[in-house]
């Protein structure tokens, strides 16, 4: 389990029933995984992202300083 989390390579445990075929992943990698598929499936969000991504590839991004945010 360490190494599937230090690599971030998924583990597929096979029996000699193909559908009892398991897949391990790290915790942090399926999150990501499933917020993908989150964003895809949101045709709004992946709009407003490929609309981002073209003003930036066209020099219309612009640069801000980071607020600071309160610590509580």
Known sequence: ???VNDDSE???V???DA???VVVM???DYDAM???LYILS???LVAQIREGQAEFTNGK???HDLKDLPDD
């Open 1 to 3: 389990m360490r190494q």
């Open 10 to 12: 998924s583990l597929i």
């Open 14 to 16: 096979t029996t000699k």
């Open 19 to 21: 559908d009892d075929t």
């Open 26 to 28: 790290g915790k942090k």
């Open 34 to 36: 499933q917020e993908t």
């Open 42 to 44: 949101n045709q709004a």
């Open 61 to 63: 991004a612009q640069v």
